[in-house]
């Protein structure tokens, strides 16, 4: 799975189930992103491959986003997408038999949709993230980050 998570205004841009995921399908998901929603400051994420590969490292640089990579087994250093992921197994995976991965996309797409436009969230006075980020305007650091804090600022 691929999550692509504003942490401000909570929007799931993307959720992409693949049979696996490389650092071109990544770069592929991001500049849809940015297109739609603007370009980050930051990126958080984990280690994984597809996330520190030197295509990634490259474009990032050149589209001069930094990058906030979470300790390796510290999930809390990443809490909007892990909590994001929990309501997902819970609300969504655990509820469902996916048979194919056509019909795993589609089942996922409908979830993220319903999360986006319907679903209340309480730390956002409880509208959905799509109602919230319109009255917001734009983001100030959209495409799963937050606006950036003295604390990220000392990590990098």
């Known amino acids: 799975m691929l999550t692509i ?5 909570r929007e799931c841009h993307v959720l992409w189930a693949d049979r696996s995921l490389r650092a071109h ?3 592929s998901w991001l500049q849809k992103t940015i297109e739609v929603h ?3 400051a930051y990126l958080r994420s984990d280690n994984g491959s597809e996330f520190i590969a030197h295509e990634v490292q ?3 640089a050149e589209n001069h986003i930094k990058t906030i990579y979470i300790d390796p087994g510290s ?3 990443n809490g909007f997408v892990e ?3 929990g ?3 819970d609300e969504c995976l655990n509820r469902e038999q996916l048979w194919t991965l056509t019909e795993a996309r589609v089942v996922i797409e409908d979830f993220r949709q319903e999360y986006n436009h319907r679903r209340p969230h309480s730390r956002l006075g409880y509208q959905s993230p799509v109602r919230f980020a319109l009255q917001q ?6 495409v799963g980050l937050r606006p950036p804090c003295a604390g990220d600022v000392k990590t990098l």
Do not use: K, M, N
């Open 137 to 142: 305007g734009p983001s100030p650091a959209s």
């Open 75 to 77: 999930p809390w250093q």
């Open 87 to 89: 309501r997902f197994r």
């Open 25 to 27: 399908d990544v770069l």
């Open 83 to 85: 909590s994001f992921h």
């Open 5 to 9: 998570l504003d942490e401000y205004t």
């Open 38 to 40: 603007g370009a980050p």
């Open 58 to 60: 490259r474009w990032l």
